[in-house]
């Protein structure tokens, strides 16, 4: 049913009124809430990152999918290679054979995992420790595997070293809270302690460079921060690129790296352009969520989202939706908020905003509503939407090709 061979031709959501339109129509023997991955704006976007990416091999975040299918036919695509798992139980899940689906072959844990039960089931299974490969950035975590099985009870456990790709700026440290190995001597020492240690291998570096992937260099109506946050990235781009491959550099002097991996959606170009990349993370472009209309060099097509129903009408220029409040991770605030796009002009309550069982709107457009009609919204964040519902309907050709189960329709809920 997902098939992402060809991009498409024509591109209807930049029609947005025919678009959200067209998406009504085709479900319009669904009943609300029900979420939806148009075709042809997830082929779009698969094939414009393999685009951005210059030839650089992508490995898919599927925390920014967690759709089986969707991850599937991706990798199907050539340029996509392998996936950044965000815990290791889910990464056992990819990689398990099982009747009529073989599991996949490269998985990298994107972090450390403290589940003793999947690191003995990791251990103790030779297909999965040899398609597996964990994340470190200490000693610390080292132990706690060889205190769940001993090195000479187990397979050898392959791991990533991640330096952190934060920037060190005149008004000081900008970027996430990540691994504590920032230089390439700590990269170099921390190396050193995991090829000299008996099970463990270490076999790639991962790093990623939040301020610059994960931060919007165009928000809108803020044009004085935005000036400011290019000039950071700027800035943050020139450190990393040297730091980068000086730690790169030192570790491979220790141990014959298969894999560098940096970067994500909104630094495909730059991670791409750094020689000591051999890989790009990305995958909350193949869905677009609201959070990537902020970057002035991309644009990813909304590709997924999900529709509520009109059920109160407490004023003439207000409308009451049942449910909304699938608020996105991160700092508290009106851009982690699910965003109406259809019909367009709708504002949220400020005392109200996203409810967990209603959320009313209000506008213009509100006025022509009635119980029972469809709103159409964008999650802030692409893989989120997952964990609130069971499967997405996949709309192409202006009807419900069919459904595909998310990670918690097949009973999946990793964290």
Same mark, same amino acid.
């Not at 170099?188 to 099970?199: F, K, S």
């Not at 220029?317 to 605030?333: E, F, K, M, Y």
């Not at 709103?375 to 609130?388: A, C, D, I, P, Y």
């Given at each position: 049913?997902?098939? !992402?061979?060809?991009?498409? &031709?024509?591109?209807?959501?930049? #029609? ?9 129509? =085709?479900?319009?023997? !669904? ?38 299918? &969707? ?13 950044? =798992?965000? %815990? ?65 009870? @187990? ?8 330096? #952190? ?22 990269? @170099?020492? !921390? ?24 931060? +919007? ?43 560098? *991996? ?15 990349? %051999? ?9 677009? +969520? ?6 002035? #060099? ?8 999900? =529709? ?54 209000? +506008? ?10 469809? /709103? ?13 519902? *069971? ?10 090709? +069919?459904? /595909? ?11």
């Amino acid at each position: 049913m997902i098939d !992402l061979t060809a991009a498409p &031709v024509t591109q209807p959501w930049l #029609d947005e009124r025919n678009y959200w339109l067209s998406l009504t129509d =085709a479900t319009r023997e !669904l009943d609300p809430p029900y979420a939806v991955i148009h075709l042809g704006a997830l082929a779009h976007n698969a094939h414009d990152m393999l685009r951005r990416a210059g030839g650089k091999p992508i490995r898919v975040a599927s925390k920014s999918v967690r759709v089986r299918e &969707v991850l599937d036919a991706v990798l199907a695509l050539p340029g996509y290679e392998g996936v950044l =798992a965000y %815990t290791l139980s889910e990464a056992l899940w990819l990689a398990t054979d099982e009747p009529e689906l073989p599991g996949l072959r490269d998985v990298v844990v994107g972090y450390p995992t403290a589940e003793r039960g999947a690191i003995a089931r990791l251990a103790r299974v030779p297909a999965l420790a040899a398609r597996v490969t964990l994340m470190v950035d200490s000693v610390a975590q080292l132990d706690l595997i060889d205190a769940v099985v001993p090195p000479g009870q @187990r397979e050898i456990i392959r791991v990533a070293l991640e330096l #952190d790709a934060s920037w060190n700026g005149p008004a000081g440290r900008i970027g996430v809270w990540r691994s504590p190995v920032h230089t390439p001597a700590a990269a @170099r020492t !921390l190396a050193e302690h995991i090829v000299e240690r008996p099970g463990f291998a270490l076999v790639g570096m991962m790093s990623y460079e939040a301020q610059i992937a994960g931060q +919007g260099d165009d928000p809108a109506g803020k044009p004085a921060f935005a000036r400011t946050v290019r000039w950071m990235q700027s800035r943050s781009k020139a450190e990393l690129l040297e730091r980068r491959a000086a730690a790169v550099a030192a570790v491979r002097e220790i141990a014959a790296l298969e894999f560098v *991996n940096g970067g994500g959606t909104g630094s495909l170009e730059f991670t791409s352009s750094d020689p000591s990349c %051999t890989e790009i993370a990305a995958g909350s472009g193949l869905f677009g +969520g609201h959070l990537f209309d902020n970057y002035r #060099d991309f644009t990813p097509a909304p590709a997924m989202a999900f =529709a509520l129903a009109v059920v109160r009408r407490p004023r003439r220029q207000t409308a009451t939706v049942l449910g909304g409040g699938w608020i996105a991770s991160g700092p508290p605030g009106p851009d982690r908020m699910p965003r109406p796009v259809w019909p367009m002009g709708l504002t949220m309550a400020p005392r109200e905003m996203a409810g967990e069982v209603q959320t009313p709107l209000s +506008g213009l457009a509100a006025e022509a509503l009635r119980p029972g009609d469809r /709103v159409w919204f964008r999650h802030t964040k692409s893989g989120e939407l997952s964990e609130h519902v *069971n499967e997405f309907a996949i709309v192409g050709d202006g009807r419900v090709l +069919g459904t /595909v189960p998310s990670y918690r329709g097949e009973g999946k809920a990793f964290l």
